[in-house]
């Protein structure tokens, strides 16, 4: 055995480094001395419970993730930049963000003012702005809890989940005069959160003029902001500042970097350079002015090139100013970057027409219809090579890899038609990085040799009906024998679709194919993004083995295609989390660490969520891995060291045994706080059950009989249906006991039971004795049981041994992006302490979702309350029809109730209105759950449309049956629930169609 000092000192150790639990006092040898047994004895008492605080920790523990403090005259002083106050703003709870404080105290009170910046009112429009608060505190009543003029709380958050305060006020300026306030998704609340917390979540786009009025804040554009501006009047562009040049005092010249996958056209105007050869004479519309050196139409050259307009400009006009010589450099530049008023070409004479090799630089030259401005001329025996700058239209390639390039646009000092764009994270949320919400577009190519198809790449072919997009993972091989001539076999993952899908295998697979590529049309796949973007070919491998056994297939928003998009490049579009079934212990092993749930029943209602941390085999134990996870839930039993006192009178019983074997000191250590778990167990969950069967009596027992033989291999025992066989045995031992009084007799590793104090109610239970000294009746006995002390749900980390026998117990969530694990490190220990569980708003879902993305969201509740608000329109609609069948079989059956014929249609138009409300209740609730979960643009659009057409068809049905039942027809209710059907299913057949067709 280990002395007592080095033991303690290592469990000492071990709580400095783990001290969101709490770890508990082992067994101390029986040499140990008084002092130290005073000291054991200290460190067991306040080990005794995990997480349980002083009074004065508790005063600080973090109340969940936001909570407020009422400020009064002297915490209101403390006050810094950055903070997040809570305000009676127009009656209503409103959230601003402190920009500047400051105080001025008088003989009778003291003034506090506050400059915050906040979502308020400006006459009749909502905005981001400035606007100062006072509070007042009279001195005749002050007091340090004394109460402010004004109602004021501060909110607090988890220092890892908040940006810094000078970044939090920056955040906040660079959206001032914002009007893009809504209730649901962008109201003073969210505007708060997002300067001051990182999270996924927070609003990713955020439309900012640059000038409002005169006597608000105008922004000034700088390098590395982000523009929405308009070129030609129509075409609409996203880019970033690369370069800016004043003008003059109230122009700035900006270079701005563009992405030509997001123009709305296919060609854009701009000053652009190109070299032509030209054989045959020129027509020459002015020359070169006199005056205007060589020097100087070059330096116009390169300040004007690539320069696009807001409106559309007439080309030779652009030509005249720029070789107008009687204008300054600095002169020039001022009108050159202005719009042109002149939109039609002027007419002008042709001066003459002249052979290439005679141009001059600064000739205006009408050529192929463009007119231009001769640059540069160089001869040879083929003709004259022309280098000269237009301005025309230049095409845009959507389809290009690297797709960037860049634009100068002008804007004003006071500009309205460009707006600044201000993004949450432009490296998750900007095309231009390889973000953003839209799902890129791909290019497909035929294969034509096997040399195309490789490892990692995805290609497109045919399974029955559909095309299937396939996840390359090996390389492909050649058969060539004579019953298989110029045939490729590789494997491949996918979902499983057409013929079979409709036998219910839509699931991931992988699988081996052998394909003809003279007979099969075989598509390579490659995604219009940067290589930046791009997973190497063992990720892509990685990711798609992954999702393999995951049963989510959707053709609108995860199909075969969302899957291969989803493994082949980094971006926000992709499904962020996949449920994927654990079939076994190995499997869960191979995982490693991750999102996990634990399933329920029924499993579509509820599901536990945890944040599995470490995940190691035991030793001969195929079905058993010793897990650590994090998860918002109580306290389970857990083997404990506790300290015995035993009165010289007080009754126990000691259970015997035939023979008594030492156990390894050191793996005893390894088994405190840990708990023993099977994965089908009820872990408190909703019905409130305790978790681990495994009690303080089976415990003991197999301490004696099980784990002094084998050791941490005995685990076993206490889980599955080796915890019956155990059982049995103890029923057998249970009347081996015998009686006594004080603890003089007992010795270490006697078996004893107890009556003492667990989860604050006393019991029996159940101790191994550890260390003992027997003329003071004192020592240490390990137990299985809950702390002494009643815990409340809250954050905790787990440790224990699981056991998986298959599936249907546990479901791994297969994440879009990596974890930040040093990061979510850092977040539990913020949380440490607190204790507010909640089902609808702190329950363990969201505690996962915050640790990982930084929101606090429960995605199990947002499905339920979709299916409620799917499921009350069909009910009432249903409802009407059967009301109305029924009056109608009662008017021709008693004459007396044709009366009631008047009061049919109110049915029908209840169900109407009702109808119309509810569809706006889908939607409001839908831009809600876009605004939570950073739901991709595409899925918000088909879901949008699902609502639209959904309310359109029912309303349409509704309607007929109104008609129906004024020309007394007897028969409709099938043609109403006819148009609801047409509407459900023709969304859905859309995306269907395009597999069908489209590779």
Same mark, same amino acid.
């Given at each position: 055995?280990? /002395? ?142 004394? %109460? ?25 300026? /660079? ?13 003073? !609340? ?14 990713? @786009? ?21 523009? #929405? ?40 105007? =701009? ?10 004479? &020129? ?5 070169? %002015? $006199? ?10 050259? +390169? ?20 070789? #107008?010589? @009687?204008?300054? *450099?600095?002169?020039?530049?001022? +009108? ?35 007119? =231009? ?52 994270? $432009? ?21 034509? /040799? ?40 590789? !494997? ?23 394909? #003809? ?136 019983? *000691? ?40 009690? /303080? ?19 076993? #025992? ?34 004893? &039971?107890? *009556? ?106 947002? +499905?339920? =309350? ?98 129906? $039942? ?34």
């Amino acid at each position: 055995m280990h /002395s007592a000092q080095d033991f303690l000192a290592r469990r000492l150790t071990a709580m400095e480094q783990t001290q969101n639990q709490g770890i508990f006092v082992s067994a101390v040898a029986e040499n140990t001395t008084e002092s130290d047994a005073v000291e054991a004895d200290e460190l067991a008492t306040a080990c005794d419970a995990p997480c349980e605080s002083t009074e004065s920790q508790a005063d600080t523990a973090p109340r969940v993730y936001c909570y407020e403090e009422r400020l009064t005259c002297e915490s209101i002083k403390n006050v810094a930049i950055g903070d997040v106050l809570e305000i009676r703003y127009f009656e209503l709870p409103h959230k601003i963000i402190v920009e500047n404080t400051s105080i001025v105290d008088t003989e009778q009170e003291l003034i506090i003012t506050i400059d915050a910046i906040h979502y308020g009112r400006d006459w009749l429009s909502v905005q981001v702005m400035r606007e100062k608060f006072q509070f007042i505190a009279r001195k005749d009543s002050l007091d340090p809890g004394g %109460a402010l003029s004004r109602k004021c709380w501060k909110c607090h958050f988890p220092p890892t989940w908040c940006h810094p305060p000078d970044v939090v006020v920056q955040r906040a300026r /660079s959206r001032l005069n914002e009007r893009e306030h809504s209730v649901i998704d962008n109201r003073a !609340s969210h505007f708060a959160f997002w300067c001051k917390t990182q999270s996924v979540s927070n609003r990713a @786009n955020n439309i900012v003029p640059i000038f409002v009025a005169a006597n608000q804040h105008i922004h000034e554009v700088k390098v590395g902001d982000h523009l #929405n501006f308009a070129t030609d009047g129509e075409i609409e562009l996203h880019g970033e500042v690369r370069d800016a040049v004043k003008a003059s005092e109230s122009q700035v010249l900006l270079t701005m970097l563009v992405s030509s996958r997001h123009v709305n056209r296919e060609i854009i105007n =701009s000053a652009h350079i190109c070299e032509t050869r030209i054989q045959k004479p &020129v027509q020459v519309v002015k020359s070169a %002015a $006199i005056g205007l050196t060589s020097e100087d139409l070059q330096w116009r050259i +390169r300040m004007i090139q690539d320069i696009s307009y807001k409106r559309l400009v007439g080309k030779l006009a652009f030509c005249l100013h720029l070789t #107008n010589p @009687n204008l300054s *450099r600095e002169d020039w530049l001022c +009108r050159a970057i202005q719009v042109p008023n002149v939109t039609k070409e002027t007419a002008q004479p042709l001066c003459k027409t002249i052979r290439p090799e005679l141009l001059n630089p600064g000739d205006i030259i009408l050529h192929d219809g463009i007119y =231009s401005v001769v640059s540069a001329v160089r001869c040879d025996g083929s003709g004259a090579l022309i280098t000269k700058i237009q301005y025309s239209a230049r095409r845009v390639n959507k389809n290009a890899h690297n797709c960037l390039f860049e634009i100068k646009i002008a804007i004003e000092k006071y500009e309205r038609q460009a707006v600044l764009c201000v993004h949450k994270d $432009i490296f998750r949320d900007c095309h231009l990085y390889g973000g953003g919400l839209e799902t890129p577009s791909y290019t497909v190519t035929k294969v034509t /040799s096997v040399n195309e198809i490789y490892k990692g790449c995805v290609i497109s072919t045919r399974d029955g009906l559909v095309f299937k997009h396939l996840v390359v993972t090996d390389c492909p091989k050649i058969i060539s024998t004579p019953a298989m001539k110029n045939q490729v076999m590789f !494997s491949a993952i996918s979902y499983n679709v057409g013929p079979s899908m409709l036998l219910g295998k839509n699931s991931v697979a992988e699988s081996s194919y052998t394909i #003809n590529l003279r007979t099969t049309p075989v598509y390579v796949m490659k995604y219009c993004v940067s290589n930046e973007v791009l997973y190497s070919t063992e990720e892509v491998v990685l990711r798609a083995r992954s999702r393999l056994g995951e049963r989510q297939h959707n053709f609108q928003w995860n199909s075969g295609r969302d899957l291969a998009r989803w493994c082949s490049i980094k971006h926000q579009s992709n499904l962020e989390q996949g449920i994927v079934p654990v079939t076994s212990a190995d499997d869960l092993h191979r995982f490693q660490r991750g999102h996990i749930k634990f399933l329920k029943k029924p499993k579509s209602l509820y599901a536990h969520n945890v944040l599995l941390k470490e995940c190691s085999k035991v030793e001969d134990c195929d079905d058993v891995l010793r897990v650590i996870y994090y998860e918002n839930n109580v306290v389970f039993k857990h083997v404990r060291i506790e300290k015995l006192d035993i009165g010289e009178d007080e009754h126990l019983q *000691r259970v015997r045994y035939a023979s008594c074997r030492e156990w390894n000191q050191a793996e005893l250590e390894n088994l405190i706080d840990h708990t023993f778990l099977n994965a089908d167990d009820d872990r408190l969950g909703y019905l409130g059950m305790q978790g681990s069967r495994v009690t /303080s009596q089976d415990f003991c027992f197999w301490i004696k009989t099980r784990f002094s033989k084998d050791g941490i291999k005995a685990v076993k #025992n206490l889980l599955g249906e080796e915890l019956g066989l155990l059982r049995n045995e103890l029923k057998v031992k249970r009347k081996d006991t015998e009686t006594i009084v004080g603890g003089r007799s007992l010795k270490p590793l006697d078996h004893i &039971v107890l *009556r003492r104090t667990v989860a604050g109610k006393e019991a029996e239970v159940h101790f191994v004795i550890t260390s003992w000294d027997a003329n003071l009746s004192t020592g240490y006995g390990v137990t299985y049981e809950f702390p002494v002390k009643k815990t409340e749900m809250g954050f905790y980390e787990f440790k224990g041994f699981l056991r998986l026998t298959g599936p249907g117990q546990i479901e791994k969530v297969v994440h879009n992006s990596e974890f930040n694990w040093d990061l979510i490190q850092e977040k539990i220990r913020d949380l440490r302490g607190g204790e507010d569980y909640s089902i609808p708003f702190n329950n363990c879902e969201h505690f996962v979702n915050y640790l990982i993305y930084g929101r606090v969201v429960c995605l199990q509740l947002v +499905r339920h =309350s979709r299916r409620l608000f799917g499921f009350v329109p069909s009910f009432l609609h249903h409802l009407a029809a059967d009301g109305i069948n029924f009056l109608k079989f009662a008017m021709h059956h008693a004459s007396g109730l044709r009366k009631v014929g008047v009061k049919i249609p109110i049915f029908e138009s209840v169900g109407l209105v009702l109808n119309l409300v509810i569809a706006g209740c889908r939607f409001l609730q839908l831009i809600r759950r876009r605004a939570r979960t950073a739901m991709p643009h595409e899925e918000f659009s088909m879901r949008r449309r699902y609502i639209f057409v959904d309310a359109i068809s029912s309303t349409f049905g509704v309607l007929l049956a109104l008609v129906l $039942i004024a020309v007394q027809a007897t028969v409709f209710t099938p043609l109403t629930l006819c148009s609801a059907l047409i509407g459900y299913a023709l969304l859905k057949l859309i995306p269907l169609v395009k597999s069908i067709f489209v590779p």
